[in-house]
């Protein structure tokens, strides 16, 4: 921490410069809204994928209302067999160094990431083969109509520049190069000559990377412009900043293992199955009975809406998937179940205590509290959740048979499919639970067949509840979401970010994406 302190008050120091008021009018920003990639900046590794590139271009991009716009690409189809995208680019666009981006790179970029072994899975990409310079052709090996993601999340890299230190040393054609980046303290950025969209107002950007408490203290010295404010601190806004709470999909909620114990292990030697959250009766009483609206209030202090799936609020959400919360009417459910009270409150069935351990990484506060408000929230109900802290490689190791705090949230419905298709179960940390359900397998199939991303939607949808069964709230009950994270910044109060984006889980920058609606509104 003395470190992290020592740094913060160097890089202040070299940010400040001479004294300026808060009005002057800028062309540059400094930002500490974290994102430091453990990998750098390259596409190929992960970055961008949990929201936008900056030194990279996309094919496709999202604006405000998640809607497909274009980027480098100007057409896109879809053969009937569903097997090949046929992808038209620009052909005025150059990488920041001059050398004009062609098919090949692009075709040179989605070979590369499907044959290294990095943060995405192009497993199913045949083959991207680039015909002339402004033609792509993508081959799949099945249909798979969620590979339209990596149009908008997988930046384009040059064939001819890339290689071992790329990611240190980024070339590419988004609106901003990298200047320079120093680990663990800052980055330095300005804004590509060439770039062919809209040019971004400000000429330059820093961010920093020392941690909260120091972009919090660089806010109140004035010396930054954007910065991250945790939950508990978001009603503390400095002088001079207004908070800017920006919506997301960035969940957090409690699995719920879903095979019964039966002393069984997966082939890694992990246990599998919990012999009280494996019942339906517990699995709906634990949804109906949690008061969701508590947990956004006391556990986030009110900066988050309550959470009844994985995909709240957008369009492959299953219609109505949410539940009222109904102590009574969970206690209930328990009683006919067979579930009865005993002496110490915990209530028990044929020799099986209603009780688990509720794990949660122990460095994350956030779900330290959320675990320990549900935990409170479970007691009324006769359900014993005792929380658990502790590392991910410890949590890996129960996660299919214990109960955890999760987080996830994407702008792809491929997060449903990770999370509940039964053949996923048990890869690193996809379907920790376990869960399986035909119904829902056949629909996520049908889905990936669809003519088009917008097609599958209503599929994805009919996944949560068909009338009979599913994986939501009126079906399986197969998690237990609790809350969808506000993304809260402080902001220099004349600074407008125009109309971000619903954000996707807390990765990367995806602040940054709206960037060319930025204006400074001080003359």
């Known amino acids: 921490m003395a470190r992290k302190w020592a740094i913060a008050a160097a890089l202040l120091g070299i940010l400040a410069g001479p004294a300026s008021t808060l009005a002057a009018p800028r062309t540059d920003l400094v930002l500490a809204i ?79 990431a499907r044959d290294t072994a990095g943060a995405l899975d192009l497993s199913v990409l045949e083959s ?22 990596t149009f908008f999340t997988l930046g384009i890299v040059p064939a001819d520049a890339y290689g071992p230190d790329y990611a240190r040393h980024p070339l590419g054609s988004g609106p901003y190069r990298l200047v320079s980046w120093r680990e663990g303290e800052q980055l330095i950025v300005e804004r590509n000559p060439n770039y062919y969209g809209e040019k971004p107002a400000f000429e330059r950007l820093t961010f920093l990377f020392t941690g909260e408490d120091a972009g919090l203290a660089a806010a109140r010295a004035a010396r930054v412009d954007i910065v991250s404010a945790p939950a508990p601190l978001a009603d503390d806004v400095p002088e001079g900043f207004r908070a800017v709470s920006v919506r997301t999909v960035d969940n957090r909620g409690l699995s719920l293992p879903f095979l019964p114990a039966e002393g069984r292990t997966n082939a890694a030697g992990q246990p599998l199955g919990n012999a009280v959250t494996s019942d339906p009766a517990i699995r709906h009483a ?27 609020g957008l369009a492959w959400a299953g219609a109505g998937d949410r539940v009222d919360s109904d102590i009574e009417g969970a206690r209930r459910l328990l009683d006919e179940a067979g579930w009865l009270e005993g002496s110490d409150g915990v209530r028990e069935r044929n020799g099986v205590r209603a009780a688990f351990p509720l794990n949660y990484p122990a460095a994350d506060p956030t779900r330290q509290a959320l675990a320990e408000v549900a935990a409170e929230l479970l007691r009324p109900l006769g359900i014993e959740a005792t929380p658990k802290g502790g590392s991910w490689d410890a949590i890996a190791r129960v996660m299919h048979a214990e109960p955890a705090v999760f987080g996830f949230g994407s702008h792809s419905p491929y997060q449903l499919y990770s999370l509940y298709q039964s053949t996923l179960a048990g890869v690193e940390y996809l379907n920790p639970t376990y869960y399986a359900n035909p119904v829902v397998d056949a629909l996520f199939a049908e889905a990936q067949g669809a003519p088009s991303l917008e097609a599958s939607f209503p599929l994805w949808a009919r996944a949560a509840f068909d009338g009979r069964t599913g994986y939501g709230l009126e079906g399986d009950a197969a998690w237990a979401w609790l809350v969808n994270l ?38």
């Open 34 to 112: 974290g994102g430091e990639p453990d990998t750098g900046y390259d596409p190929i590794l992960g970055w961008g994928s949990y929201g936008h590139p900056l030194f990279q271009s996309t094919l496709l991009r999202r604006d405000a209302d998640l809607a497909t716009q274009a980027d480098l690409a100007t057409r896109w189809t879809l053969s009937e067999d569903r097997l090949r995208w046929t992808i038209e680019i620009r052909p005025d666009v150059r990488f920041s160094d001059g050398s004009p981006l062609r098919a090949r790179d692009v075709a040179f970029t989605y070979n590369k």
């Open 128 to 149: 991207a083969e680039a015909i002339g310079d402004t033609t792509v052709v993508l081959r799949l090996r099945k249909p798979w109509i969620t590979f339209t993601e």
């Open 286 to 312: 634990i949804n109906r009975g949690l008061d969701r609206q508590v947990v956004v209030d006391v556990a986030l202090h009110g900066h988050g809406t309550p959470a009844f799936g994985p995909v709240d």
């Open 486 to 523: 506000d993304h809260v910044y402080f902001v220099n109060r004349c600074l407008d970010l125009g109309r971000p984006p619903i954000e996707p889980h807390g990765h990367g920058w995806p602040l940054t994406a709206s960037i060319a609606e930025w204006r400074w509104t001080c003359d």
